[in-house]
C-alpha cells in the first residue's frame, strides 16, 4: 500500500471543512525601499482561496455464530484474523481509490502529463532513449509551477522493471559496483527522497489478480512533515481528511447473542489540494 505516500493522513473533528489553496503572492518581487520619513510600503493581503472537503463513512462487517467460536482452536485469534482481514480489504479500497484518483490524465493539468508512446516505451530497449531524462524533464515541469521539484515519486510495479532494467540506467551506474538497481538507486539519479512501487492486486472476481498501479509513474511534491507537525495547511499535492478516532473496530451481538458481529468502521475523504504539484507519466510499457 502506497497512497498514503501521496495522500498523508491528518485527523479532523469535522465531517465538513475548508483548507486553504497557497498561491504565488510571496514569490512576487516587490519595490520595498523607504526614504526617510516616508510611508511603509504597504501591499494588499493576499487573497486567499478555499478547498472544501466532506469525508464519508466507510463501513464492513463480518458475523459468527458462538458455535463457529466453540469449534475454533482459539477463538480470541479467530476474532484477530477477521479483524486483520476486515482492516485489509478496507485499505484495499483505499489504495484502489487514490491509484485510480491518480492515474487517471483526465484529472491533470494538460502541460502535468505526458504519454510515453511506442516510440519510446521504457520497455523496448531497441529505443535510444533515456527514462531518467524523461522523468527528470517533467520534474521540471512541476518546478516551473510551484518552485519546488517533486520529493515523491509513486511508480507501477510493471514501470518499475521496465526502469531498472533499462540499458541506459544500467549504463549510469555500472561503474559504481552495483549489480542490482532499487529503489535506493533511483533516489539518488533522480534526487528523489521518496520512491515507493505499488505492488498492490485486487480481484474483480475472486480468482485473476490486476495491478492497482499499472505502467503509469506519479511524480508529487507531499507535506513530508510527520505527527503533530503534520497539518492540512502545510502546502501538498493532497490529504487524507480523517475523522478523529478513526479506523474503529468494535463488536456487537444479534439473535439474542448467539452471533457476534465484529465491524471496522473508517470515515474519511482523499483530496487533491493543490493541482499543479503532481505530473503524471502514463503508459510506460507497450511490450
Known sequence: MVGSSLFPTVQVSKLKGKIPVFGKDAFIIRDMNRAIRSQSNRIAPADIDLVSFETQEKDLEIAIDYIEEEESADYNRLEQRIAKQ??????????????????NQTNYISDLKHEITSSYAFDDYTKEIDPILIIKECMSAVRTRIARYPNTMVIGDSSYNALINHPKVIERVKYSGLTNIS???????????????????????????TDVWSDNIVLAYVDSNSGTNRSEFNPSFGYTFQREGKPEIDTYY??????KVIRNTDNYCVKVTASDAAFLIYNTNHL
Do not use: C, W
Not at 533522480?190 to 485486487?202: E, F, M, R, T
Not at 444479534?254 to 452471533?259: Q, Y
Open 86 to 103: 476486515l482492516v485489509d480489504i478496507m485499505l484495499l479500497d483505499k489504495e484502489k481509490a487514490i491509484a485510480d484518483l491518480v492515474q
Open 183 to 209: 529503489t535506493k538507486i533511483l533516489t539518488e539519479l533522480l534526487d528523489i527522497p521518496n520512491i515507493s512501487v505499488g505492488l498492490s492486486v485486487y480481484s474483480s472476481d475472486g480468482s485473476t489478480f
Open 254 to 259: 444479534e439473535n439474542g447473542g448467539k452471533i
